[in-house]
């Protein structure tokens, strides 16, 4: 899909980041939370009339889910 942004849930050494283009990541120790604030980041840019994909990664960085945000 184009014309939306992505946010990524993606594994550290240490921890969890939540990865967006043009914003700084957001770290966090469980994987959990960083999922929830990815979701929350989602809806947010959603009600601004942005269209958003959240893209789960794994600790293998495989692709394990995803889930869309449309823009409202």
């Known amino acids: 899909m184009s014309g939306h942004r992505v946010i990524w849930v993606s594994p550290l050494a240490n921890g969890w980041a939540v990865l967006c283009a043009g914003l700084e990541p957001i770290v966090f120790r469980s994987g959990a ?7 929350r980041l989602a809806a947010c840019l959603a009600k601004l009339g942005r269209a958003v994909q959240v893209r789960i ?6 692709l394990v889910g995803t889930q869309l945000y449309p823009a409202v």
């Open 33 to 39: 939370r960083a999922e929830a604030q990815a979701k």
């Open 57 to 62: 990664l794994d600790r293998a960085r495989n």
